[in-house]
C-alpha cells in the first residue's frame, strides 16, 4: 500500500461538506472511559489483535506508539472522544505491557527508549512491520482484520518524521508585555 501525497483531502475539503458525516463529528459510542476501556480490553482478547500486536512488540515497536494508534483509531472511528484517549493510554500501554511480560517478549514502552540507535535501526524496525504485514495481507484477498488495521496505522505513525518540541526557557529579565500586564516602576 503506498500513500500518494495527491490521495488524501483538499485542504479546506471539510468545510464544504455536511457536518456530522464522519464519526468523530458524532456524540462517541462510550463517552465512559470506563466503558471504552472495557471496549479495548475486550479488543486485546481477540486472538488476531493480540497476535498482531505481540508481533508489532516483537519486531521493537515501543508500546506506547501501539497503545497510541489503537486508541486514535478508537477516535477517529467515532468510539470515544479525545479526552478519553489521554485517560485511556497509560492504563492501555499498561495492559499491553503485561501480556508482552506474560509471552516473555522483550518490548520498549516509548520511543525514548530508541534515542542512542541511529535511523539505520528505525528503518529496520518500519521494513521489518511492512514484510509482515504485506505477509498477512497478502494471505488474505478482501478488507483487513481489525489486528492489520492496527498493525497499517501504526506502520504510518512510525513512517512520519517526529516533531519534537522544545520548550523555550523564559528568560528572568524579560517582563511580561501586553495589554493586561503591569509596568514595574
Do not use: C
Not at 9 to 35: H, R, Y
Not at 167 to 179: D, F, I, V
Amino acid at each position: 500500500m503506498s500513500l500518494s501525497p495527491f490521495d488524501g483531502p483538499i485542504p479546506g475539503q471539510s468545510l464544504t461538506a455536511e457536518p456530522g458525516n464522519v464519526p468523530w463529528e458524532k456524540p462517541s459510542k462510550f463517552p465512559d472511559p470506563l466503558d471504552a476501556f472495557e471496549m479495548y480490553m475486550e479488543q486485546l482478547a481477540e486472538e488476531e489483535v493480540i497476535d498482531d500486536v505481540m508481533d508489532m512488540i516483537d519486531i521493537g515497536v515501543p508500546i506506547s506508539v501501539v497503545a497510541g494508534t489503537m486508541l486514535s483509531m478508537g477516535v477517529m472511528n467515532g468510539m470515544h472522544t479525545v479526552d478519553v484517549k489521554l485517560i485511556l493510554k497509560p492504563l492501555l500501554m499498561l495492559q499491553i505491557k503485561t501480556l508482552a511480560e506474560a509471552l516473555n517478549i522483550e518490548y520498549k514502552m516509548t520511543m525514548e527508549e530508541y534515542r542512542d540507535k541511529d535511523a539505520e535501526a528505525k528503518q529496520k524496525r518500519i521494513t521489518k512491520l511492512a514484510a509482515k504485514l504485506a505477509m498477512k495481507t497478502g494471505a488474505v484477498v478482501g478488507t483487513p482484520d481489525q489486528g492489520e488495521q492496527i498493525m497499517q496505522k501504526t506502520q504510518q505513525d512510525l513512517e512520519e518524521p517526529q516533531q519534537e518540541q522544545e520548550e523555550m526557557p523564559m528568560e528572568a529579565e524579560q517582563a511580561p508585555r501586553g495589554l493586561m500586564s503591569k509596568e514595574q516602576m
